[in-house]
């Protein structure tokens, strides 16, 4: 049933994109956002990904869905760059199947020329999944993406079951911290250890990490004071429409 309405969605594009700002608090600059998507249902008003995107997964319509949310979001940060005379950066949710599928690259390829936007301001995000199931091709489509000049970040790092071998083998930019480990925090002594031992691979490694579901001023502390610079969360914003983004980039 909600197939059949999924199709429906994708013949007349009854999505939306939202963005989440990427927050830089030092200094109090809004470096990118994050691109997250909402079906806009005739009836049932804003459905959220996490109820039509594992279905979408199991039905192959992630793939028109998700180059559907490349092309509008790097169409609406390049346009929004070129008016406001910003820099912003945009991270861009790719689904495994999405990933493995040929035409991936042409697809990304396409979208950097129709809108223009410096391929180094377009990230897409990746989980701990799409690298165990891909091995040797995820490597060489990863090199690919990153020869067109897009970064690479794994998404809910530590959550997925993959070994931390990967981080020798893969040209990786950037890691987001999953919010179940923010979550806890402040109280939770071991959720800092761990916190700090992330914060430590990801420097070695020369990773920016980026903890996300950040929620409220004492978390944001612990955070920073193990010395995280860059955050996502409720707390800095939550994600809205362009035209809401756009009002409060402006009144900055
Ligand atoms: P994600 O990539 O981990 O995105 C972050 C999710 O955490 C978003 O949920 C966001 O609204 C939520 N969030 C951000 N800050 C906070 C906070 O401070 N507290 C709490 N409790 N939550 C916070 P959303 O938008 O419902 O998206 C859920 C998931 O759906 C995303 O998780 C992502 O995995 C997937 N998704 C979203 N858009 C796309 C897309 O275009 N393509 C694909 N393949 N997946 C998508
Ligand atoms: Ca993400
Ligand atoms: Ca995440």
Redesign the pocket.
């Given at each position: 049933h909600l197939r059949l309405e999924l199709r429906e969605a994708i013949q007349q594009k009854q999505f939306n994109?939202?963005y989440?700002p990427l927050v830089h608090p030092s200094t109090g600059r809004v470096k990118g956002v994050?691109?997250?998507?909402?079906w806009c249902h005739p009836e049932r008003g804003y459905i959220?990904?996490?109820v039509f995107?594992p279905l979408?997964?199991r039905t192959g319509q992630?793939v028109a869905?998700?180059q559907w949310?490349v092309e509008k979001?790097c169409l609406d940060i390049a346009e929004w760059n070129r008016q406001h005379n910003t820099q912003l950066t945009v991270s861009?949710?790719?689904?495994p199947l999405?990933f493995g599928r040929t035409g991936f690259l042409e697809g990304l390829n396409y979208v950097l020329e129709i809108s223009h936007l410096s391929p180094e301001l377009l990230k897409i995000?990746i989980?701990e999944g799409v690298i165990i199931t891909g091995a040797e091709r995820t490597v060489e489509i990863l090199k690919s993406v990153r020869a067109l000049g897009v970064q690479v970040a794994i998404?809910?790092f530590g959550t997925g079951y993959s070994s931390l071998a990967y981080l020798t083998l893969l040209p990786l930019k950037k890691i987001?911290i999953?919010?179940s480990f923010?979550?806890r925090l402040p109280d939770d002594r071991k959720s800092i250890k761990l916190l700090e031992a992330i914060y430590n691979i990801a420097k070695a490694f020369q990773l920016e990490a980026i903890p996300?579901?950040?929620?409220n001023e004492k978390q944001l502390q612990i955070l920073s004071m193990i010395g995280y610079k860059l955050f996502?969360?409720?707390?800095f914003g939550?994600?809205v429409p362009t035209y809401e983004f756009l009002k409060r980039l402006t009144k900055e």
């Open positions: 994109l939202f989440q994050e691109a997250l998507v909402r959220f990904p996490d995107i979408a997964e992630i869905i998700g949310v979001a861009v949710n790719i689904s999405q995000e989980t998404d809910d987001k999953d919010k923010v979550f996300e579901g950040v929620e996502q969360g409720f707390f939550k994600p």
